[in-house]
């Protein structure tokens, strides 16, 4: 008997937060470089992609900037993926603001990450991400990271924040897979693993995919894991997550930030991506080569 063919989600599997390349010139975005990356992005398995996140560098990005870069990339992969940009502040006017910017450029959903440094209470993040799911047309991803922002999700309140019409999903770097799967179990979010090393665990236990960092350069062989876990091989996706574990672990949990060790990856490899912005540096040719060395391996399995 055939097994019935599980839908797609509304934003996709596969979804990598993209970089975003500039220019070595000027530090001007490259908005010809970006769309030739999500172009390959979308070719090598991605199904959604997720722009002007932190690995794209919005901190350091402007309003008008994120809006070109949404506009770009949808001319450039058209409706063949999702586009979630990524609109969170730690103010909620201004995220406001960068949603509806965000629906006119062309995206599909926004990603809203907990207002950072201020460290809000639950009931001020909870008031916050309505605000901007009640002012936004656009579906929300939720995104819970709080070593980067002082303040977690706490279940409780994705599980009240999942009954709003307008909330979809949450990006998940909690670090806490009892909690997420409590979510999982009394809520309709679409879960995204937000670290690449939880992306099969997560998966395995009613995840929709993942948000990757990762897959800035190897989106084939990280999609790979996912569907060999469709097609009921559990065992060569593990055999798969594994193979991908020390690129996970030089590109993320190496001292630098992704959006670093990704660029300098893509650069050794001839891709768009350019310079970082300060205060970000560049990685040192030793962390490249090993990352480069890395990548072969995993590739060429």
């Known amino acids: 008997m055939t097994s019935p063919v599980t839908p797609a989600p509304l934003l996709g599997r596969a979804l990598c937060a993209m970089i975003t390349p500039f220019t070595a010139a000027s530090d001007a975005p490259d908005l010809p470089g970006a769309q030739r990356l999500a172009a390959r992005l979308v070719a090598e398995g991605c199904d959604g992609l997720v722009l002007n996140g932190t690995t794209?560098?919005?901190?350091?990005?402007?309003?008008?900037?994120?809006a070109a870069l949404i506009r770009a990339v949808r001319e450039a992969v058209g409706e063949r993926a999702s586009i979630i940009a990524g609109v969170g502040t730690s103010d909620t006017r201004h995220t406001v603001e960068l949603a509806h910017a965000a629906h006119k450029a062309g995206a599909d959903a926004v990603l809203v990450v907990t207002p950072y440094y201020s460290k809000p209470p639950q009931d001020a993040v909870e008031a916050h991400f309505r605000a901007v799911a009640d002012a936004c047309p656009l579906p929300v991803m939720l995104y819970d990271i709080p070593a980067r922002t002082g303040t977690r999700i706490e279940p409780d309140t994705l599980l009240r924040l999942a009954?709003?019409?307008?909330?979809?999903?949450?990006?998940?770097?909690?670090?806490?897979?009892?909690?997420?799967?409590?979510?999982?179990?009394?809520?309709?979010?679409?879960?995204?693993?937000?670290?690449?090393?939880?992306?099969?665990a997560l998966y395995a236990v009613g995840g929709t995919?993942?948000?990757?960092?990762?897959?800035?350069?190897?989106?084939?062989?990280?999609?790979?894991?996912?569907?060999?876990?469709?097609?009921?091989?559990?065992?060569?996706?593990?055999?798969l997550q594994q193979q991908?574990?020390?690129?996970?672990?030089?590109?993320?949990?190496?001292?630098?930030?992704?959006?670093?060790?990704?660029?300098?990856?893509?650069?050794?490899?001839?891709?768009?991506?350019?310079?970082?912005r300060a205060p970000l540096r560049p990685a040192d040719p030793a962390a490249?080569?090993?990352?480069l060395a890395a990548y072969d391996r995993l590739t060429a399995g």
């Open 56 to 66: 794209g560098e919005s901190p350091t990005t402007t309003d008008a900037e994120k």
């Open 163 to 200: 009954e709003h019409p307008g909330i979809v999903a949450v990006k998940d770097c909690s670090g806490d897979l009892l909690g997420i799967q409590k979510v999982l179990a009394h809520s309709e979010l679409a879960v995204y693993a937000g670290c690449d090393e939880h992306n099969l």
């Open 209 to 239: 995919g993942y948000v990757s960092t990762v897959a800035n350069a190897a989106p084939r062989q990280l999609r790979g894991v996912l569907e060999a876990f469709d097609a009921g091989d559990t065992a060569r996706a593990a055999r």
């Open 244 to 276: 991908a574990t020390e690129l996970i672990e030089l590109t993320m949990h190496a001292g630098l930030p992704g959006t670093v060790t990704v660029k300098g990856l893509l650069g050794a490899l001839g891709l768009p991506a350019g310079p970082v």
């Open 288 to 291: 490249v080569d090993a990352l």
